[in-house]
């Protein structure tokens, strides 16, 4: 299964992968899905959203345990970030199969849609429609760069927009739902465990500043005469980089858009978004409003008038307890009973997290040995991979098969 995905969307020249949402790449990836789903007898649905559900028992009996993640990716994301999650699900029930267990629940393999936001720049656009928490609206509403609207986009890819919305029905039928996913960070790495829990997501946003200057042309227009936006977002960064620091957070500038964008031009316009994550909502929005405090000040220097949009926001998710709580007990008595697994906090949102306020939720976190995510240098030992998969397995025969 790695290998048949290892070559969907992978860029020659940075060697990382481009799987963005609707497109050949993020087509060949569902693909794979239906086929794998094919492969093993389970009955494939595409639900309103485009979130394909892979059933093995029937999904109107309800009770069920699910688990997945998503196939897409980043600009020049890593290898393990969502695929780990699906791939692991299939080989979970592979190994489920050959213990030759009874299933009493129905078990489905999910592979949510567009979670990382590369396109139209909101994460977890599949499972926030479906849980209802982003608006048939402000779906019809989401753009990508090249003005091409999300509704589009799905039905250039063979999909009806009309349908999009809440899915309270589908989610009525879940009882549990685990994803495994590589772990970004080093935290078990650092302890020497193979596989962790994940105790709670932080809150997290994402903002953008719009810098507004005047054009004019480099070579001519005196430093004094300039209202240049590049120069207060360039303070911004740094002002990002301090009060997180300050504050035990992380702020990151990672996306600029800038016009006219001409090399020998004072730029118009600089637009760049903030994203930024702490362990409390408290410690967040103080950041926040310490970084847009000071890109005012700073704007104000130079000229320049400042506009802050916040496009997105998730607050603190603290997975279901009881649910945690039994798959540290079924992993601790299962086929590797001295498995020791450590309850992670982690930065990163994830579809689990969006889910969380409609099903009992739960992640499974695998050992990246550098910690480095979103990036083709993205790792996991085979090793780790496969006491994920064991891990998993374990956790679904506890639920499903009981």
């Not at 405090?293 to 603290?318: C, K, M, N, Q």
């Not at 039994?326 to 949102?349: C, F, K, N, S, W």
Request: contains cysteine.
């Amino acid at each position: 299964m790695w290998r048949e995905l290892l070559a969907i969307g992978r860029h020659a020249g940075s060697g990382g992968y481009r799987r963005f949402a609707w497109t050949g790449a993020d087509a060949d990836c569902r693909a794979w899905f239906a086929a794998q789903a094919a492969a093993r007898g389970l009955a494939l649905e595409v639900d309103r959203n485009g979130n394909q559900w892979a059933w093995l028992g029937d999904p109107e009996a309800g009770g069920a345990v699910v688990t997945g993640s998503h196939l897409d990716s980043v600009p020049d994301g890593g290898a393990f970030d969502g695929p780990l999650g699906v791939v692991s699900s299939f080989a979970a029930l592979d190994e489920l199969l050959a213990r030759g267990v009874t299933f009493t629940r129905p078990l489905a393999v999910v592979n949510f849609g567009d979670e990382e936001g590369a396109r139209f720049g909101l994460a977890c656009v599949g499972s926030r429609l479906t849980a209802g928490k982003l608006t048939v609206e402000d779906a019809h509403r989401l753009t990508d760069a090249a003005g091409t609207t999300l509704p589009r986009a799905m039905e250039a890819a063979g999909y009806d927009p009309d349908t999009i919305g809440p899915d309270p029905e589908r989610l009525a039928r879940v009882d549990a739902f685990v994803e495994l996913h590589v772990e970004q960070g080093r935290a078990l790495d650092l302890s020497g465990d193979p596989v962790g829990v994940a105790g709670a997501i932080w809150p997290h946003g994402r903002w953008r500043f719009d810098f507004r200057g005047e054009a004019n042309h480099a070579g001519t227009t005196r430093l004094v005469d300039r209202h240049d936006p590049m120069l207060p977002y360039a303070e911004t960064v740094l002002a990002a980089r301090r009060e997180a620091r300050l504050a035990g957070a992380v702020a990151t500038f990672g996306k600029i858009s800038v016009e006219p964008n001409g090399v020998n031009a004072v730029p118009s316009l600089v637009r760049g978004w903030l994203d930024s994550r702490a362990e409390g909502g408290a410690t967040l929005d103080a950041v926040v409003t310490a970084i847009e405090d000071e890109a005012r000040t700073y704007a104000t220097a130079h000229g320049v008038d400042l506009e802050v949009v916040r496009e997105s926001f998730t607050p603190v998710v603290e997975f279901d307890h009881a649910l945690r709580d039994e798959l540290r007990r079924l992993l601790g008595t299962g086929r590797d009973a001295e498995l020791r697994v450590p309850v992670l906090g982690t930065g990163a949102g994830h579809d689990a997290g969006i889910l969380s306020g409609s099903v009992p939720t739960a992640m499974l976190f695998v050992r990246n040995p550098t910690g480095v995510s979103h990036s083709p240098a993205e790792h996991a030992a085979e090793d780790d991979c496969l006491a994920g998969v064991t891990a998993l397995a374990d956790a679904l025969e506890g639920l499903a098969c009981k």
